[in-house]
């Protein structure tokens, strides 16, 4: 069993990249995907997320822009695109525990 890590993202270049590496930190074994919906940024958030595409490339790491606006329609366009047998939710300001994904997705 896998997650798809759904991420959101408003103007998050200072924190994008550490939330990104928190969750790769969960493993291949864990994560089928992470995906991140950029919402209309006007930082550099776009070009932070790209260059943590190309230093892991080992992992399956989606960046689409959101068509329309706002947290909701950027968490609906994200779980529209995640293909994972769970969901996990995450800001682009908050970082995964090491450890948590397989445990939550054990108890699964």
């Known amino acids: 069993m896998k ?30 995907e992470i995906i991140v919906i950029n919402d209309h940024s006007e930082d550099d958030t776009r070009s932070v997320v790209q260059r943590f595409q190309a230093e892991h490339a080992d992992f399956r790491i989606i960046l689409e822009d959101n068509p329309t606006k706002g947290a909701c329609s950027a968490r609906n366009h994200a779980l529209r695109l995640a293909q994972g047998d769970a969901i996990q939710w995450l800001d682009a300001d908050d970082l995964l525990g090491e450890g948590k994904l397989e445990a939550q997705l054990e108890l699964l």
């Open 3 to 32: 997650a798809s890590i759904l991420i959101p993202a408003y103007n998050a270049a200072e924190f994008i990249g550490e939330t990104l590496a928190s969750c790769v930190q969960q493993g291949l074994d864990c994560i089928e």
